[in-house]
């Protein structure tokens, strides 16, 4: 968490911590899972782990630690691969990232009608307001969310826009995955 700003909330510091993590590793990556643990429960619980994961010294009582998890399946749509996972009662939250085109609200007007998926993705791929933004949403059990954009055109830690509401759709998906 070098360089990571200290934010009010810990799901907003975690988020924050994954979206520098993953700044690292460059543009283009694939989706990134991510399980969140309480920190004081995994030094207690499992102190080698929390060892090798460079977690020494005494962790805040609220702090969350983003364990990255296995590869997401290549070729599967998130939605579906999302649907398959229940995580064990040790996890507090989880975090996505993933990296999208996007378009500004004034090309919305532009979007020809009656495209398929492929079409629609390829016209947005070559609309020449794209941008590519990398997006890292959280939730927790408890049902609070955050999340942080980074475009790539302002590839920047200053330049990292958080909020709670900014992907619904992908935060409602990843609440989804604590639902019994």
């Not at 934010?7 to 988020?15: D, F, G, I």
């Not at 475009?151 to 990843?174: C, H, I, Y």
Request: aromatic share 4%.
């Amino acid at each position: 968490m070098s360089n990571t700003p200290m934010a009010a909330h810990p799901l907003t510091r975690a988020v924050l911590e994954i979206d520098e993590y993953v700044s690292g590793l460059g543009w283009d990556q694939p989706a990134r899972l991510f399980a969140l643990v309480d920190t004081a429960r995994l030094r207690a619980e499992q102190p080698g782990l929390a060892d090798r994961l460079g977690l020494d010294g005494e962790p805040e009582a609220t702090a969350l630690t983003p364990v990255e998890q296995d590869e997401i399946p290549a070729g599967k749509p998130l939605d579906e691969f999302l649907g398959t996972i229940a995580w064990p009662d040790a996890v507090t939250g989880c975090a996505l990232t993933v990296e999208r085109l996007i378009l500004p609200p004034s090309a919305e007007a532009q979007v020809p009608q009656g495209m398929d998926e492929t079409a629609l993705t390829n016209w947005v791929a070559e609309h020449p307001e794209r941008q590519e933004v990398r997006m890292t949403v959280a939730v927790l059990r408890d049902g609070r969310r955050e999340s942080a954009l980074r475009l790539r055109e302002k590839d920047s830690p200053t330049e990292v826009l958080t909020g709670s509401d900014l992907v619904p759709g992908l935060a409602q998906a990843l609440s989804a995955t604590f639902e019994e």
